[in-house]
């Protein structure tokens, strides 16, 4: 079972509509959750972490974890063509400090 | 300016040779980490390092060393390095909950 999944895209959206980008693990026991934006050519960014249940808001971006369900999303408000990017899902394991990362989301804002 | 700098950024050689890449960062942070990016297998951890003199292996550390005898500095070393390691290498450092915050700009290996 991989440990990390994310769908590969690409994800086609509409400028100033919003992105939804998801993202599934299998360690249960998973503390800590992360997305990072790279653009082509370029080292991954760190955007966005989160470690409880619910919602965390910061701008444009809101990230979703819900644990019961394995289950984390990003979303992007008013996406913008500069979102165009593959967003990466980072899970660090609670058996012990790896960082596992997911494959990536193509994301294209189309304009 | 907060910076995690690699070196080289691009390096061409042979089987068996060894070489090092080097990673330091100007920000105290005590996390460490390298990772390897291959198309279709994403962004793979090699080897982590809480602090000083804490090194532990990621997913996939076979082939490769580290060691982490200053805060700032964290190698990476392939000591016979064969083809399968051809790659895009990046290092990053952090703080909070140890998850990488900064990532250099990334080391692209060619093994011949």
């Known amino acids: 079972q991989k440990e990390v999944e994310q769908n590969s895209g690409p994800l086609s959206v509409p400028e100033g509509a919003i992105a939804s980008l998801n993202c599934t693990y299998s360690?249960?026991?998973?503390?800590?959750f992360f997305w990072y934006r790279q653009y082509s050519g370029k080292s991954p960014e760190l955007i966005m972490f989160?470690?409880?249940?619910g919602d965390k808001e910061d701008g444009r971006f809101t990230a979703q974890l819900n644990k019961a369900s394995q289950y984390v999303s990003l979303l992007i408000r008013d996406s913008q063509p500069s979102d165009s990017a593959t967003y990466l899902c980072?899970?660090?394991?609670?058996?012990?400090?790896?960082?596992?990362f997911g494959k990536g989301t193509r994301l294209h804002i189309l304009p | 300016e907060a910076q995690v700098t690699q070196n080289p950024r691009y390096l061409i050689t042979v089987t068996g040779k060894k070489l090092t890449v080097t990673c330091s960062q100007n920000?105290?942070?005590?996390?460490m980490s390298w990772y390897r990016q291959d198309p279709g297998l994403g962004l793979r951890q090699i080897y982590y390092?809480?602090?000083?003199?804490?090194?532990d292996k990621g997913d996939v550390p076979e082939g490769y060393k580290v060691s982490r005898k200053e805060k700032r500095n964290f190698p990476l070393i392939l000591e016979s390095p064969s083809p399968n390691q051809t790659s895009l290498y990046f290092c990053?450092?952090?703080?909070?909950?140890?998850?990488?915050?900064?990532f250099g700009d990334g080391t692209r290996l060619s093994i011949l």
């Open positions: 980072a899970v660090k394991m609670n058996r012990d400090d790896k960082i596992i």
């Open positions: 989160i470690y409880s249940n």
């Open positions: 390092s809480m602090n000083v003199e804490v090194t």
């Open positions: 990053a450092s952090g703080v909070w909950g140890n998850q990488p915050q900064h």
């Open positions: 360690d249960r026991g998973s503390q800590s």
């Open positions: 920000m105290n942070h005590e996390y």
